[in-house]
């Protein structure tokens, strides 16, 4: 399966964004999905992960009263709606792709979108 992140740019502390994730390729719409992100020099970090079917799905505790994961099978696309942004969420941020089997790791990932918030 190929991913393809956008949305990422420049907002100001309290804005909000919308990324997408286009998936690609056989049975696309049967992988569990997941957004993580990364700040050059820091480890990469999950943001937020939603099953197959979209029935099951959590965003790390410091982002779930901020950020929604969410995903439309129809268009094969998996989107992270994030408000009332901070300067911290300052990141590069990757969607990822793995089979619907327990403990399977995510072996497909998109290209990532930068998210820039201003102070």
């Known amino acids: 399966v190929q991913l393809q992140a956008s949305g990422g740019g420049l907002v100001q502390a309290g804005g909000s964004l919308r990324l997408s994730c286009a998936s ?8 569990a999905m997941a957004w993580f992100r990364q700040v050059p020099g820091k480890e990469r970090e999950p943001v937020a992960h939603i099953s197959w079917n979209g029935e099951f799905y959590n965003v790390t505790g410091s982002m779930k009263d901020r950020f929604t ?9 998996i989107y992270l709606q994030m408000n009332n942004l901070k300067p911290e969420d300052t990141a590069v941020y990757y969607c990822a792709a793995r089979l619907p089997i327990v403990n399977s790791p995510f072996d497909y990932w998109g290209q990532g979108t930068l998210v820039t918030v201003s102070s």
């Open 24 to 31: 690609s390729g056989p049975d696309a719409s049967i992988y």
């Open 69 to 77: 994961i969410s995903r439309d099978n129809a268009k094969n696309t």
